[in-house]
């Protein structure tokens, strides 16, 4: 065991900074494009403070087709795409751009189911005292739903780590990479236990912090 973490140590630690990055960087794009699709849903649905039947439709329409296919489809279909965008298909860069479009409409859903649990009854008193739209969203509906949020953003991560481990079959780097260019393809099991290993634990560390926080956020 010495052995062995002594000769892939660093090659380890290596594939988790890539991990890392390429979750952080992917998650924090897909909730400054989500959070607002996800009002955008909660606003023009109806019966909604602006509805508006064909936004909500395409809208809903869009998010639905994007969760609807595969990651690693999806990774080989934008390869194009992410060519002009990120001017490179391999490395952290090359992985940002699908892993986006594929995590964003997935947040908004989550952080619209989140919002649309709000009492209605808490959300008319305050329309009652005349407070706008917008500071009912950020100061009522997403503070209420606190909770919900911080936990569907943990679910959300949770999937994002998973994604960037089949990111690796473009190259990407990361555990996933390691785990396929070394347990799999060169026949060495031991890396491929260790990745497991290391995601196993990324994402207990990850899903208890949620779930703190979360419990905190209920109480406040």
């Known amino acids: 065991m010495a052995n062995f973490f002594n000769e892939w140590g660093p090659t380890l630690l290596d594939g988790l900074a890539a991990t890392i990055q390429m979750t952080v960087i992917s998650l924090l794009i897909s ?20 509805d508006s039947p064909v936004a909500y439709a395409i809208s809903n329409a869009a998010i639905n087709v994007i969760r609807s296919i595969p990651f690693i489809i999806l990774l080989f279909f ?9 001017g490179t298909t ?3 860069q090359g992985v940002i751009v699908p892993l986006v479009v594929y995590c964003a409409p997935y947040i908004a859903r989550l952080i619209e189911s989140a919002l649309l649990e709000v ?3 808490v959300v008319e008193a305050y329309q009652s005292m005349g407070i706008s739209t917008w500071k009912i969203i950020w100061f009522v509906m997403v503070r209420e739903s606190r909770s919900s949020i911080v936990l569907g953003l943990t679910i959300a991560t ?3 780590i998973g994604a960037t481990a089949m990111a690796g079959f473009v190259g ?3 555990l996933g990479d390691l785990a396929y260019q070394f347990g799999y393809l060169r026949f060495q099991p031991n890396m491929m236990y260790a990745t497991l290993i290391l995601l196993i634990v990324i994402v207990q560390i990850i899903q208890s912090l949620g779930s703190l926080i979360a419990r905190r956020l209920k109480k406040n």
């Open 78 to 86: 934008l390869l194009p795409f992410t060519k002009v965008v990120a």
């Open 158 to 160: 949770i999937g994002l």
């Open 119 to 121: 009492d209605k009854g």
């Open 31 to 50: 909730i400054i494009l989500g959070v607002p699709l996800a009002i955008l849903l909660v606003l023009t649905r109806k019966g909604g403070y602006a």
């Open 90 to 92: 391999i490395g952290v």
């Open 172 to 174: 990407a780097g990361g």
